[in-house]
């Protein structure tokens, strides 16, 4: 499930000059003395409108027939302000909402094992199916979403029948994570492909970091699976370990990689760039009163300025990701090697509002290049394509997953060892089947990685991995 990190909480204290602001609605006449962050803020026509709302409450409140519920009326008013912002990006997330919005993102918690994120439902475009279902922006690695096969990029249009347009993220999200052990119905949308998947949520990890030295090679491997407040210090600690043992490369791999906490992400960028390059710039509205910056490299002991990179990514590489993928690619330091990043570059703050939360954009990122990528993503130098299979296609493999469940279990009982030898024989096995053989491969990969205890699994794939054989193979011809 997507795990929300708050970037920081800034209290926000409405000025008394708002309606209904007051917890005790007491007149607001009293409060000139009073200073909030607010203070500052240009008046506009806004105040004619909010008396205007004022005028009409007071007459309601004296002649409608029931009691009013002063609660009820701010929270919808707040969440229409949120609305006639029309940004897919900002909402308003209540109380009820906000145990979801706060969670760690490091913690356990139950679920099918994503990051998503969806459209404000006031930002609906009927001819545009992202706008109104809920994206998959990547499976956690080991999740119940990842081993039945959901993808980046996968849309969901009914969560047990029942469709999820009229859902904020948030409650799509709260949604979606389930019950333990009770079964959850999703209709997923992929191309023109519509059908149904059913899962158990259980106990999921958020993943971190990941790092090896990949066997047969001396090239080392970090896997970044989320961007929290400790992030680069654990990067850190995995890379200086893998530069003890004199690795001649390095992976880093994001793909997957929804994003989380900025700073964590320019950090890591630090370790590789010299003093004074740019890692990324802010760009704020104009007229906002805040200052546009850049985020710039500095002194920093951990550096490592010789070692050749390379930067896997995928459409699930988002956000915070794209931020350390643009910052080595525009300044020489990595080769980006996979397919096309989500393209979200955009800042959100998040601020504390009565007993729930609001989240809003404030500013775009750029590229050190100065590029724009929000909704366009990041091209990579080494295009390795994602695997694009047609209705027909979709449709059969999932057949075959349905049919065959106990089949696979039998087979990793009997063939317990996790080789490409056992893995090849399965395919031959089922060589009439009626979508590309390599989905079959990662099929029966994924479910020996899965039968294996977490402390077992192998941390990459070296047999299946087109990605990653092209990132190693272009490191050994490094000099």
């Known amino acids: 499930m997507l795990k929300k990190t708050l970037l920081s909480l800034i209290i926000i204290l409405i000025s008394a000059t708002l309606l209904f ?67 897919p990006y900002s909402e308003y997330i209540t109380e009820e909402e906000s145990e979801e919005f706060t969670e760690d993102i490091t913690g356990t918690y139950v679920g099918i094992g ?3 994120t969806k459209y404000s439902p006031s ?19 080991g999740g119940p979403a990842d081993r039945a096969g959901i ?15 009229d859902l904020t993220a948030t409650e799509a999200s709260k949604l979606i994570r389930g019950k333990k052990g009770e079964p959850i119905t999703l209709t997923i949308n992929r191309g023109n492909a519509v059908f149904d998947i059913t899962l158990y949520p259980e106990e999921v990890t958020t993943p971190n970091t990941t790092s090896l030295i990949i066997d047969k090679t001396n090239i080392g491997y970090i896997s970044i699976s989320t961007f929290t407040q400790k992030t680069h210090e654990l990067f850190s600690e995995d890379l200086r370990n893998l530069m003890n043992n004199n690795i001649k490369g390095l992976i880093i791999d994001l793909r997957n990689n929804g994003g989380g906490i900025v700073d964590s992400a320019t950090m890591i960028a630090n370790f590789f760039l010299p003093d004074g390059a740019t890692i990324m ?7 906002s009163g805040k200052q546009n910056y850049s985020a710039i490299a500095s002194n920093d002991t951990r550096k490592v300025l010789n070692i050749p990179i390379v930067i896997l990514t995928n459409g699930g590489t988002a956000s915070a990701s794209e931020i350390l993928t643009a910052a080595l690619k525009d300044n020489n330091r990595a080769t980006v090697i996979g397919s096309k990043t989500f393209g979200k570059g955009i800042v959100q703050d998040s ?28 091209e990579p130098d080494i295009l390795i394509e994602d695997h694009v299979y047609t209705d ?35 395919v031959m096995l089922h060589s009439d089947i009626d979508f590309p053989e390599l989905a079959l491969k990662l099929l029966i990969r994924n479910e020996y990685i899965y039968s294996l205890p977490y402390s077992e699994r192998p ?10 054989i092209e990132a190693i193979s272009f490191l050994e011809k490094v000099e």
């Open 21 to 87: 602001a007051g917890a005790n609605n007491e007149s607001t006449s009293k409060s000139s003395s009073y200073s909030s962050p607010l203070a500052q803020v240009q008046v506009t026509n806004i105040s004619e409108t909010l008396l205007g709302l004022n005028t009409l409450y007071q007459y309601l409140n004296q002649n409608f027939l029931y009691d009013i519920d002063i609660d009820k009326v701010e929270e919808e008013l707040t969440k229409a302000l949120f609305k006639a912002l029309n940004d």
């Open 114 to 116: 994503t990051y998503l």
């Open 123 to 141: 930002y609906i475009d009927w001819d545009k199916k992202e706008t109104y279902m809920v994206e998959i922006i990547a499976p956690f690695p």
């Open 151 to 165: 993808r980046s990029g996968d849309l969901i249009s009914h969560v047990n029948g029942e469709t999820v347009y």
């Open 281 to 287: 710039s802010i760009q704020h509205k104009e007229g």
């Open 351 to 378: 601020a504390m509002w009565k007993k729930g939360y609001i989240k809003f954009t404030t500013a775009y990122y750029l590229t050190p290049n100065g590029n724009n990528i929000h909704e366009k993503g990041i």
């Open 392 to 426: 027909e296609e979709i449709k059969a493999y999932y057949k075959f997953i349905e049919d065959n469940r106990d089949d696979i279990s039998a087979y990793i009982k009997a063939h317990p060892e996790y080789t490409k030898e056992n893995m090849d024989n399965y």
């Open 459 to 468: 941390k990459v794939d070296t047999i299946y991995d087109s990605a990653l």
